[in-house]
């Protein structure tokens, strides 16, 4: 029952995350994927590869060293993607006039 709560969370994140970045420029792409990257992404997959690896191997220490592996590396994609989109700068189109 945990793993579809999770599954159903991260895949709500990932509609959500589609939603608001359809059609938007790259800078609000970026921002919102980084968000959704730290606040969802990285908790939940990490938590449903790692439970699932203990499972696997039957050893919860292994689960919970993956998972203290994964979640800052993740995390830290999600900080970079968000970082570059508040400092990417915007093209700005001008209109040659004659």
């Known amino acids: 029952m ?3 709560i999770a599954i159903f969370l991260l895949g709500i994140a990932l509609v959500a995350a589609v939603y608001f ?3 938007k420029s790259k800078k609000r792409k970026l921002i919102v994927w980084g968000i959704i990257t730290m606040i969802a992404i990285a908790p939940f997959f990490t938590w ?3 439970i699932s690896f203990a499972i696997i191997v039957g050893d919860g220490f292994a689960g919970i060293g993956l998972m203290m592996i994964m979640f800052p ?3 830290l994609v ?3 993607l ?3 989109g508040i400092f990417v700068k915007t ?3 001008q ?3 004659n």
Do not use: H, M, P, Y
């Open 78 to 80: 999600g900080i970079i």
């Open 95 to 97: 209109l040659n006039e």
């Open 21 to 23: 970045t359809f059609g």
């Open 2 to 4: 945990a793993f579809a």
């Open 82 to 84: 968000l970082l570059v």
């Open 73 to 75: 590396f993740i995390f």
């Open 48 to 50: 449903l590869v790692s």
């Open 91 to 93: 093209k700005q189109v």
